[in-house]
Structures are given as C-alpha cells and as structure tokens.
C-alpha cells in the first residue's frame, strides 16, 4: 500500500510541476512581450499569486499530514505506542493515516498482552520455585531429613514448572503459525473412545457417568491426531473435575454445517457468567481450579491451527465446549 500511495504522491506532484511550467510560459508571455511590459501585465502578476496561491494549497494538503505520520512514526519508533494521526487530506494520505493508526493499535495490544504474559508467567513461577527453595533450605539446615517423602515434594514442584514452560512453548510456537501438525486420516469415533477411555478409571472414582456419543458413519478427518488428542483430554480434564458426584460427562461427534463437531458437555454448576467470555484467555481460571489456566487457551490455538473454531456454552445446568474442524 505504502509504495501504491508513494507512486500516487510523485505523480501528483510531477503534474503539479508540469502545470507550474506551463502556466508560468503562459503567464510570462503575457506580462512581457518583446523585453517590455506586455498589456496585461496587472493581469499576468494576479495570476502568477494565484498560481502560488494554488501550488502552496495543494502541497500544504499533501504535505502537512504526512508531516504529522512522519512525526507520529518517531513517536512509535520511541515507544509511545499511543500516538495517532488525524485522518484528513487527499484519499490516499487518508487511507496512509488509517493504516499508521490501525497498526499503531495492534502492537499497543501487543505490548499490553506481553507486559500481562510475563506478569502471569512471572506469578505462576513464584510458587513452585518458593517450595523449592524453602525444601532446599530445609536440607540445608537439616530441618528436613533427605527421605524420599520429602524429595517427591521438590519433584512435584520442578514438573508443575516443566508443565509450565512445556504449555507456554506450544502456546508461543502455535500463535507464531509455525506448529507442526502431521495431519493424518483419523476416524472421530476413534478420537472420542480413547479420550473416554483414559479419563473412565477417574470419573469412576468421583462417581461420574462418562460415554461417548459418536453419530454413525462418520467420514475420516485430516487432522494430527496427538494434537486433538490433547484437546479433547484437556476438556474431558476440566468437565470431570468440575462435576459432582452422581453427573454426567459426554464427549461427542456429530456432524456440523462447517465439517465435524467434537464436544465435551458436563453436568457441572457451569461457568459465571462473567467469566464466560475469557476462558479461552490464558491464565483464566476459576478460583478453585489447579494449574496455570493454560488449557483452553491451548485448545483454542491448536484447534485454530487446524483451520476450525471453538466455543463454551454454560448455565446452571451445566457447560459443553465444542469445537469445528474442517
């Protein structure tokens, strides 16, 4: 756009010369004729001021507001990523402004989301490495005795920080758009039963009804299998820990307008309404809920880069989240 608008600018002016030239032959013909003032020589000087009149005009119109990008870039380049420009001039410096200001926008959300990521990271972080280093001090000063009991402890805490970093690499490389996916031909039914399967001892153990509902003849999808995988643990994860003794968790496959639907509905007291709208956010979570509040965020982007969409719905009754692939 910016060398559309930059040839749209030089030709502007290039015409704008040419007519200086040509007006000023003209208009010199008609103040001198033969080394002497001509007759219309009063007319000639009215017109050479308004030629001027015209030519600063018409610079000014371009020139002052690509003055004030000129300015607002700076400001960019500097860090203030709140600077704008006034959306005025010919057409194209208008679409020139709005570009700046919509890019302007973006990476001030950028920056917002990264200053946000490293505090959450940062808080995330802090507990597991505090355990740390207060077992370890504890060793140290013998307070705690090198048993296995007390070890496992200082274990558990290194793999919520190796789950952590692990969460976040596939967050950062699947919104960057360089995960690697090894799509493959993949039954759903197939998808749906070993995500049931793994989570059955569990949900036995709270008392929960889990199945699966797969619609029949269902065609194979292209999709990484691991991958979904993941998705549909993560979800079965939540729908399991969140449902009281007595519910019902389904995990389903059914065919959708846009391609396949798989979803994970519970029986659970469901998400406040509030909240609904940023579950898929990182580091969203309940109050009562373990972990990061990575895991629908990672669903979230690695169902989008399969090319599909997903969405929550909750009540009192209790929530489902499914999710389209192509």
Known sequence: MRRHIGRRVVGFLLILFAAIVVLSTLIGSLIFRGGHRGPFFPL????????????ARAGRRFATPIAEVMEAADRVA?????ARVEERGPPDVRRLAHSFNEMTERLGSNEDRRRQLL????????????????????FVDGLYPTDEAHLRSVIEETTVMSQ????????????????????????????????????????RERGIALRAEVEPDLPPIEVDRLRIGEVLANLLSNAVRHTARGG?????????????????RDTGPGIPVEQLPHVFDRFSRAPDS???????????????????????????????IAFTLP
């Open 44 to 55: 000639g000087i009215l017109a050479v001021i308004g030629v001027i009149a015209l030519v």
């Open 78 to 82: 500097g860090g203030d990523y709140r």
């Open 119 to 138: 505090a959450d990271v940062t808080h995330e972080l802090r507990t597991p490495l505090s355990v740390i280093r207060a077992s370890l001090e504890a």
């Open 164 to 203: 952590l970093l692990d969460d976040l690499q596939t967050l950062s490389t699947a919104e960057a758009g360089v995960l690697r996916l090894h799509l493959e031909p993949t039954e759903p039914g197939d998808l749906v039963e070993i995500a049931v399967e793994s989570f059955s001892a569990q949900a």
């Open 248 to 264: 019902d968790v389904v995990a389903a496959a059914r065919r959708a307008p846009a391609g396949l639907e798989l979803s994970v």
């Open 290 to 320: 373990p972990g990061a509040g990575l895991g629908l965020a990672i669903a979230k982007t690695l169902v989008e880069a399969h090319g599909g969409t997903i969405r929550a719905e909750s009540s009192t009754a209790g929530t489902t």
